[in-house]
């Protein structure tokens, strides 16, 4: 069965859909993994215990980079974009909940269109160029 334009153009932009979000994790994950001093900071910055600190960066670079190559190759991709759903709401919440601060602002609805993305994966599935797709056609 061949498939047809629309339906190859369709899996074309979920890729490059799941590649454009997956990079933007992977960043912030090598980023943390990178500058760990500075990530507890931040983090410490909305009242988290100094115990936590180091587990809460860990977590973070764990979801966050190991999300984001799940989701590049698009394995369980279903499942691993509501992961990313769930920690991007809810770091939104916690880190950008200062609405007279512009720029807080505008990473709060950043925010919340990456989870706007994150469930149209969940919704309709990494497309073809995916390892869901070949576990799907097997």
Not at 103 to 127: C, D, P, R, T, Y
Not at 130 to 138: K, M, T
């Amino acid at each position: 069965m061949s498939q047809t334009n629309a339906s190859k153009s369709a899996n074309a932009f979920a890729f490059v859909g799941r590649l454009l979000i997956a990079v933007l994790f992977i960043l912030g994950g090598i980023g943390k993994l990178a500058a760990p001093e500075a990530t507890q900071g931040y983090i410490a910055s909305v009242g988290l215990p100094a115990p936590l600190l180091g587990l809460a960066v860990a977590v973070a670079v764990i979801v966050e980079a190991g999300g984001g190559l799940l989701l590049l190759v698009g394995y369980r991709a279903r499942l691993v974009s509501l992961v990313l759903a769930a920690f991007t709401l809810i770091l939104a919440v916690l880190f950008h909940k200062n609405f007279a601060d512009q720029n807080q602002m505008i990473h709060f609805l950043k925010n919340i269109a990456i989870v706007g993305g994150l469930l149209q994966i969940a919704a309709f599935g990494a497309g073809s160029f995916s390892l869901d797709g070949r576990r799907l056609r097997a």
